[in-house]
């Protein structure tokens, strides 16, 4: 049934009660109340026996698994694909009850299977059969015709293998009888064949050599001025050979006559050369050396030096507070700028889960901005940057993390230190190997980021939006977050899933083997559920897909499972990690779920991405 009415109290008693204290309550607006009041606990009653038994037990084949919550399912590894099956079934009752009304009928065509397996087996000839059967009533009346053919079928068989001559010959049958009588000319003509063939070779020659037998004779009147010709006939070849290089000198000549007076000033640069060979030995072979750039005049290229190469260029230095490390070289607007100690960066108000630009102005100040493309004043250069937590992050194993907003010290970057991936902004460096997203794919990720404090998680509902990368338009959206859509996403971002490994140890330091109870819905800070390395939602919250097949594998036949691109054939299943709010106690950093095929999509399943370091020394 319908939902029960809810009543909604509508007249004030209070009110009447203050404004007429002698007057008794109105009976017909008392009436009316209790009749609605009547109405919605009627309603109530009807719709608990919906679902209640007398006993107080729930009613028969009231739950389904489409009922059940997703973590129930994945804790009874129930696949959905198996699940629509049974509904499917369910759905043929009356097909069923029909097949069992003939099962008389059935009995009897098991009982001559045989018979219908070998009329099974000549199914083609059968039908090539009855596709002729016209035509073997028209062969009934050419019976004696038939017969004939068949005495002379020794002579038919001998004339079979030149058939091809036969046809060849036959439109021939008249010209054939024309050449008879003149049979011996024709073997006359066959033996000077080839001196005919010669003449015709050389018919157009002999035409034109005919054509102009006067001239012929006046060049053999001059023979003597025609030998002299001949004799430099390899020299005129020779002109000819290189006119299209005569050709362009030519068209270069101007351009000719200025090198050869730039001569002696290609000479000097040339005896230059040994002083400038000098000057770049200044420091070796490297081509960062100040002394080294500017004596070849290469000051603007964008010099960035660091001391500890393998180490970011800045120190968190308190909650909210970041200092250029000592020994850092840097190039602004033309000027290089060496920071001999510590330089604090000039700090705006943070906001808690917001990422922050840390700049060079043009006169050497280190400044932190939220804006990562205009700079703060002109000609300033950006060079890093760093998150500003809502919280700590855990201390150690199982001890999870605070409320403290702060610098992410792993989440420093700079130009020569930071994720492979284009965006560098909500990612932590995880054990100096990898980096890792703070926070839980968003819905609107298309904007920019994989990562971002308190926006709408993306799972199975409601799905990520289509990046542009694979035809979206800003505002499509998927039909669910399977783990071919989780790894497109990330994709699209440079970025990948985790594998069981990263995940585990990206993990490290979150509450273990418990989950939160409640959908975190956005990506919100829950402190207890935040790893060593500052990762957020870490595990108890959210299953998200992984990198790593294995498990069980689908049955050996084709199934049309990837959204429409492609059939798979006995895939593995995929890995899912970490625990989602309903998990219990199940949920960890090394929690993982190998029971579902990449088609598996859920309000309980999510994704978080995962990019490679990068480190140019």
Known sequence: MADPTEYEPGYSYSDFESNNPTTPKPGPQLDNDFA?????????????????????????????LDSLAPDVNLLLNVDPVFAAQIATVAGLQTEIEVVVSIEGEIVALYGIRDNIT??????????ALYGIRDNITSLDAIKSEMLALYGIRTDITTLSPIAAEISTLAPLAGAIATLAPISADITTVATIAPAVVGVNAISGAVATVSSISADVQTVAGDSPAVQEVASISGAVTNVSGISGDVTNVSGISAD????????????????????????????????????????????????????????????????????????????????????????????????????????????GQPVATTDFVAPPVANSRLIGGFHYAPGGAATGLNTGGN????????????????????????????????????????????????????????????????????????????SNLNWWVASEVMMSHGKQLLDYAEFAAAMFGTKEAQSSGTDPVSTILRAEY?????????????????????????????????????????????????GSWGSASYSGSRASSWGFSPTYSTGAVGARGRSDHLNHE
């Open 36 to 64: 609605e009041i009547a109405l919605s606990v009627n309603d109530t009653i009807a719709a608990l026996k919906d679902v209640r038994r007398s006993d107080g037990a729930l009613k028969n084949q009231i739950v389904t």
């Open 530 to 578: 935040t790893s060593i390395w500052g990762v957020m939602l870490a595990s108890g919250n959210l299953w998200v897909w992984g990198r790593d097949f294995g498990g069980g594998a689908a049955g050996a036949s084709w199934a049309a499972n990837t959204d429409g691109r492609g059939s798979t054939y006995q895939m593995e299943n995929v890995a899912l990690f970490g």
């Open 256 to 363: 000719v006559v200025a090198v050869a007076a730039a001569i002696p000033d290609i000479q000097a640069a040339v005896a230059d050369l040994p002083s400038l060979a000098a000057k770049a030995n200044l420091d070796g072979t490297n081509i960062e050396a100040p002394e080294f750039r500017s004596n070849l005049g290469l000051d603007n290229i964008g010099l960035f030096v660091k001391v500890a190469k393998r180490e970011v260029a800045f120190t968190r230095t308190g909650n909210g507070t970041v200092s250029v490390k000592a020994g850092t070289i840097v190039e602004v607007d033309g000027e290089i700028y060496t920071y001999a100690s510590a330089e604090p960066v000039t700090m705006p108000t943070l906001t808690a889960g917001t990422d922050y630009a840390i700049w060079i102005r043009p006169d």
């Open 403 to 478: 409320t403290t907003a702060q610098i992410n010290p792993f989440s420093l970057w700079d130009l020569k230190f930071r994720p492979a991936c284009p965006d560098p902004r909500g990612m932590t460096l995880v054990a100096g190997k990898f980096w890792c997203d703070i926070y839980l794919l968003g819905v609107d990720h298309h904007l920019g980021l994989t990562s971002r404090y308190n926006v709408t998680i993306a799972d199975g509902s409601p799905p990520p939006k289509v990046p542009a990368m694979f035809g979206g338009n800003g505002s499509t959206a998927y």
């Open 118 to 127: 070998a009329l099974a087996n000549i199914e083609d000839e059968m039908l």
